[in-house]
């Protein structure tokens, strides 16, 4: 972690509401359901998808759980509406996994049931290490039950994960590297090691048979997985790459143009605070990217 990296995670919570909002505005689609609509269309426009995410974590309430279910439900019906090309991703602790695994299951078959009649994707999100486990059971239950449109996340920082990939044959799995911090023990710290776990999870993936929705924002990953794919032949319907919202947009903007399908990871919701110090901590280098981001708007105002 850089010095301005550490200064701007040490600072941000005393930082004013108004200017962590003018920061994450460029991460976040707002805080209405139009707000992730408008950016989900013009995403559209230039040749991306888009994956929608309603804003909230680790809720302690079931009515919080319940209303979030019910906005994922609102907002596949817009997308349906609009024409928009858009799948949804659900964290299972927003859907009440802390409150108990069956009441978080039957919140997920809610959203499943809204997604389905128009062939709509449920990504279901991983989180920290403490639902690893319920997670991969929740999709593997699913899926048994004749969900076919649904899929799971996997982490490489996690050294669990090429294992979980092999058993994984078949799915639609989103790879990523993970931005949770967790115990040395269970989790490479070293770059070079998640590189590496991330390029040996995606070849099992791939071999596998698996649909692999490549999530990064490493270039180096990106030509590495970009490789493989062109040893194994894949058409462009078998994969594709994943981003976040306003990170990187010209990475994402090579890949369009060059033929490869490009989803966009798109949050919204009321919590855009909460959300916005949690990933800016989490992810250091983000914070580092949003401070540059705001410096250069105030020098170009001079």
Not at 29 to 47: F, I, K, M, P, S
Not at 180 to 187: D, F, N
Not at 269 to 286: A, D, H, I, M
Request: glycine fraction near 6%.
């Amino acid at each position: 972690m850089s010095l301005l990296d550490r200064a701007v995670v040490t600072l941000l919570p005393a930082v004013p509401k108004r200017v962590v909002r003018k920061l994450s505005s460029r991460y976040i689609a707002g805080a209405d359901l139009a707000d992730a609509r408008q950016t989900v269309a013009d995403l559209n426009a230039q040749g991306k998808l888009a994956t929608v995410d309603v804003l909230g974590e680790e809720v302690e309430r079931e009515d919080e759980a319940a209303a979030i279910a019910a906005e994922y439900v609102a907002a596949l019906d817009a997308f349906e509406q609009d024409g928009l090309d858009a799948n949804v991703s659900v964290k299972p602790t927003a859907l009440g996994l802390k409150l108990g695994y069956d009441l978080c299951k039957r919140h997920v078959e809610t959203v499943i049931a809204a997604a389905e009649p128009t062939n709509r994707f449920v990504r279901i999100d991983m989180e920290d290490s403490s639902t690893t486990d319920d997670t991969l059971r929740l999709f593997r239950e699913l899926r048994d039950e004749g969900h076919g449109r649904v899929g799971p996340v996997l982490q490489a920082s996690l050294k669990r994960t090429v294992d979980d990939a092999a058993a994984l044959a078949g799915a639609s799995v989103r790879l990523c590297k993970g931005i949770y911090v967790e115990p040395e023990s269970i989790q490479f710290r070293d770059d070079r090691a998640v590189r590496e776990s991330f390029v040996r999870s995606l070849e099992t993936l791939l071999d596998g048979g698996c649909y692999a929705a490549i999530a990064t924002h490493d270039e180096w990953l990106v030509d590495e997985s970009l490789r493989l794919l062109r040893e194994r032949e894949l058409a462009p319907d078998r994969y594709e790459f994943q981003m976040l919202l306003g990170v990187k947009p010209e990475l994402g903007d090579r890949l369009v143009v060059d033929g490869h399908r490009l989803r966009i990871y798109v949050p919204f919701g009321q919590q855009w605070y909460e959300y916005s110090l949690r990933r800016l901590q989490e992810n250091p280098k983000v914070a580092g990217y949003v401070a540059g981001d705001l410096g250069r708007s105030l020098f170009r105002r001079r």
